[in-house]
């Protein structure tokens, strides 16, 4: 890996404005899922190194909160620009240790750096309400104020937008925040925590804490510093660290998994659905919240779209990310390869029509041959899970109202999209589904400005947007009375 600056490629955590090893000395190792090579190690901390971090960002808290908004937006500022200048330095890392092709690794390098900016202005309009009092002798206000230390932990399917999209309203909002991020792509992490020490975000503000899950986050739960707590993964974790945060009653932003349905009406741009289908399903091979999972293609364009969606699958470029023309990178690991292959083979063992690859890429490792199965029906295992990779299920349905009905019949509710230009059919069918986000006509909608959340079992709180900084925030009411 030839990084421009090879500083930026940190091998101890961040914590307290320091630099650290784990206390025991123990290393965890951090791979290349395109090459299988070893990048480096990352310290392996647990429970007293968490505990410390959150400790210093409690210290650090009085004096960050009371630092006026344009003050905070200025270094957060600082912080964007310095992103955007070692831009190429980190979507380099970043494909290194996640395996997306290097334009989506840079594409996320803006993305991401898009919530420092949006943040940085946000927190400048945050604001409170005078009430009609009841009355006359009294005043009511309602003030906005930060939630207090916050705790964060993120996934590696988005190495450095999940961390800004939570850091960039704690910081903006006042909060200091303590992270660790995922086992598989620590770098990208650290390198952040870099640019924001060398933008001037003082010590203990913001906290990198890398090494196992179970203990860093089980700190994290527990301890009565934490005000808040904001996680981006499965809803099986969600849901183990909504119970953990139980006991000490932590204000909670839960972005979980998806089964995102993706519906095509006879009404529809047909090419216009193929290119949102590719760039939903097969955008880092499938491994993101908001994928496509689920494909209902109504029975008069069933085999057109079939047909179109197999050529434009075909034409994908497998391969190390790094590596010109490449569209799909490997998977995160052999893991992720299993399930994909389990989908697979259950598909097709109850009657699925294999219409393109359906095995592991020649190129071994963890790379997938994009794959399109038609003819899938409800008793799949793919109408149920999230398969967090590229294979794209078609099913077939002849009604409106059968469209939305087993759109909605899952426990997820994040994204959710559809072609169609009937304006009626639009309205009707937008407002019929059960999901925080629907796409009509695109088959992307992530944006800073925008807020990005789920309903039912897909998580709790928006992130982005303004709605997005209202999670780091704590309504005071305020009655004057004696007038
Ligand atoms: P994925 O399947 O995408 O890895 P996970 O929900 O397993 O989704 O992981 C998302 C994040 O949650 C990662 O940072 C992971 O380390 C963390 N995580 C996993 N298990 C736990 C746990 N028991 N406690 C705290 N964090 C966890």
Not at 6 to 27: C, F, K, M, S, V
Not at 375 to 384: L, P, Q
Request: charged share 20%; aromatic share 8%; with cysteine.
């Amino acid at each position: 890996m030839q990084l421009n600056d090879p500083t930026l490629l940190r091998q101890q955590a961040y914590i307290d404005g320091a630099w650290l090893d784990a206390d025991h000395g123990e290393t965890v190792a951090v791979t290349n899922p395109a090459t299988g090579e070893r990048l480096g190690t990352v310290p392996k901390m647990g429970t007293a190194e968490t505990r410390r971090a959150i400790e210093a960002a409690n210290a650090a808290w009085p004096a960050w909160r009371k630092k006026t908004a344009k003050e905070r937006a200025a270094i957060l500022r600082k912080w964007f620009d310095l992103i955007m200048a070692n831009a190429d330095d980190l979507a380099l890392l970043m494909t290194t240790e996640q395996g997306k092709p290097l334009a989506e690794a840079k594409g996320e390098v803006s993305y991401a750096a898009s919530f420092i900016e949006w943040f940085a202005e946000e927190g400048k309009r945050v604001h409170g309400d005078t009430l009609a009092s009841p009355a006359a002798d009294r005043r009511l206000l309602v003030t906005k104020e930060p939630i207090g230390v916050c705790a964060a932990i993120t996934p590696w399917n988005f190495p450095l937008a999940m961390i800004t999209r939570k850091v960039g309203p704690a910081l903006a909002a006042g909060c200091p925040m303590v992270l660790k991020p995922a086992e598989a792509t620590p770098f990208s992490a650290l390198a952040l925590a870099l640019l924001a020490e060398q933008a001037g975000v003082p010590r203990g503000v913001f906290s990198v804490v890398t090494g196992p899950s179970k203990e860093i986050g089980a700190e994290m739960c527990a301890n009565p510093i934490v005000r808040k707590l904001t996680f981006t993964g499965s809803t099986a974790v969600g849901r183990l660290l909504m119970e953990q945060c139980a006991p000490t009653i932590k204000k909670l932003s839960l972005e979980l998994g998806g089964n995102a349905p993706f519906i095509v009406f006879d009404d529809a741009d047909l090419d216009a659905a193929v290119e949102g289908a590719i760039a939903s399903k097969y955008r880092n091979a499938g491994q993101t919240c908001v994928c496509a999972n689920r494909l209902y293609v109504q029975d008069g364009v069933y085999e057109a779209f079939a047909e179109k969606l197999t050529a434009a699958v075909g034409k994908l470029k497998v391969g190390n990310g790094v590596d010109a023309g490449v569209t799909q990178g490997p998977l995160i690991d052999e893991k992720a390869v299993a399930k994909v292959e389990e989908h697979v083979a259950d598909a097709l063992a109850k009657g699925g029509r294999l219409l393109l690859g359906g095995h592991r890429h020649a190129l071994g490792h963890s790379f997938f041959e994009p794959t399109v199965i038609a003819d899938v029906t409800r008793d799949m295992i793919v109408a149920g899970e999230e398969t967090f990779g590229p294979l794209a299920p078609l099913f077939r349905f002849k009604t409106e109202e059968e469209a939305v009905a087993l759109a909605n019949d899952t426990e997820f509710g994040l994204a959710a999209y559809f072609y169609a230009r009937d304006i009626g059919r639009i309205w009707r069918v937008a407002e019929g589904l059960e999901s925080g986000m629907v796409g009509v006509n695109t088959g992307l909608i992530s944006n800073e400005v925008a807020p990005f959340g789920g309903v039912k079992q897909s998580g709790l709180g928006r992130e982005g947007s303004t709605y997005g900084i209202e999670d780091y925030l704590v309504v005071k009411y305020l009655c004057l009375g004696g007038m």
